[in-house]
């Protein structure tokens, strides 16, 4: 059944008078360049064999997380982050842990890093090698402190640019510049099992179907909006083809799919509970809540018929697969949705929000941090 927000979230957020629109986060002005953020170390690294992969792909991924950090700490007032700064670094986090975990959801289980061997039929093996090579290293710039840690890396990145590394000289290195030993953080990350327990924490992503289109099936809602929806859905598998894979999807109704099919594959959904049988099935295991005609994200309501969200979870009826819902407060809510989504792959994202009035924004949903996530 969809439940109503209980009454202290009932305040909708999005029905004040419309702002001024917002400029996309992602569109330049003519003749603006990207921003370039300033390098928090230096250095490009070549693995010396497939267990030194992390080492190669993390210092590269960690770096442009770190640079981001102290991009936004230094422009921010009295260096405290506010919520949209948050927001963006949030994010930034979310990508190596939902790469790596839905990567080892992928394989069937967890690799210890030094375990990895490259095998060019697959990309699981890289995404495992960094998203989990980016934690040890934000592990470990928690245990030396970032400034120390900075430095080293830059150091280690400068001495050795271009050059085959192995794990063994990068720690040597590492625990040089700590003054100790670093076994009790290196060994259970290079040789151990999983050390982020994600046991009930999501890590599916709005787009980690993409590298399983075989796998992906689109169900559309006929319980309100039957039209609308089904070209919705349609026009969300052209999107989809076009970001990446050029493959086609499988579109059905939500009164017709099989209990079948909604277990053996990622499912994207068009259309809110209300609208969906199979979205409200499935939307408890999402970062989203939906009421009558409304949704609750990160402790705020969202009721303006114009508003949206593509939300990411769990396929509750077989875990190895995700679900992604596409669901506007409205027929022509849910279609606008599909038009928001990326025409390219960008920000790796639980939830793609869009509230009436504002441009789409990325989120991950309100968790502790990268780094205060670290055991």
Same mark, same amino acid.
């Given at each position: 059944a969809v439940n109503e927000p209980p009454a202290q979230l009932a305040k909708a957020i999005d029905l004040a008078p419309f702002p001024k629109p917002e400029r996309s986060e992602t569109t330049l002005a003519?003749?603006?360049?990207?921003?370039?953020?300033?390098a928090a170390w230096r250095g490009t690294l070549l693995p010396a064999s497939d267990g030194d992969i992390w080492l190669a792909a993390a210092f590269s991924d960690y770096e442009r997380i770190v640079a981001l950090e102290k991009s936004l700490t230094a422009k921010a007032k009295d260096h405290k982050l506010d919520r949209e700064t948050e927001r963006q670094l949030a994010v930034a986090r979310y990508a190596p842990f939902s790469r790596w975990r839905a990567a080892a959801r992928r394989l069937g289980g967890d690799v210890p890093?030094?375990?990895?061997?490259?095998?060019?039929?697959?990309?699981?093996?890289?995404?495992v090698a960094a998203g989990k090579g980016v934690h040890l290293l934000a592990a470990l710039r928690t245990q030396l402190g970032g400034e120390a840690f900075d430095k080293a890396l830059d150091d280690f990145g400068r001495a050795h640019a271009g050059q085959k590394v192995s794990t063994r000289e990068f720690r040597e290195h590492l625990e040089k510049a700590a003054g100790q030993s670093l076994s009790s953080t290196f060994d259970p990350w290079l040789s151990g099992p999983s050390t982020t327990d994600s046991a009930g924490e999501n890590f599916w992503s709005v787009d980690s179907f993409e590298v399983e289109p075989e796998r992906t099936l689109i169900v559309?809602? $006929?319980? !309100?909006?039957r039209d609308t929806q089904r070209e919705a859905a349609e026009l969300l598998a052209r999107k989809v083809a076009r970001r990446f894979t050029n493959a086609s999807f499988n579109i059905v109704r939500d009164d017709e799919v099989s209990e079948a099919d909604l277990k053996a594959h990622h499912l994207l959904l068009v259309g809110r509970p209300a609208a969906n049988s199979v979205t409200?099935?499935?939307?408890?295991?999402?970062?989203?809540?939906?009421?009558?005609?409304?949704?609750?994200?990160?402790?705020? $309501?969202? !009721?303006?018929?114009?508003?949206?969200?593509?939300?990411?979870?769990?396929?509750?009826l077989n875990e190895r697969y995700s679900t992604v819902v596409f669901a506007g407060l409205s027929a022509s809510a849910t279609r606008r949705v599909v038009e928001a989504l990326p025409g390219r792959p960008g920000d790796v994202a639980e939830v793609l929000l869009l509230r009436a009035g504002h441009t789409p924004k990325a989120y991950r949903a309100a968790r502790a941090s990268l780094e205060t996530a670290m055991p």
């Open positions: 003519r003749g603006e360049r990207p921003r370039v953020l300033p890093l030094a375990e990895v061997q490259a095998d060019w039929k697959t990309n699981e093996w890289y995404s559309y809602g $006929t319980l !309100a909006d409200e099935r499935l939307a408890a295991g999402l970062p989203v809540r939906f009421g009558a005609g409304s949704f609750v994200f990160n402790g705020e $309501t969202y !009721a303006h018929a114009n508003s949206g969200v593509i939300a990411a979870g769990p396929n509750r």
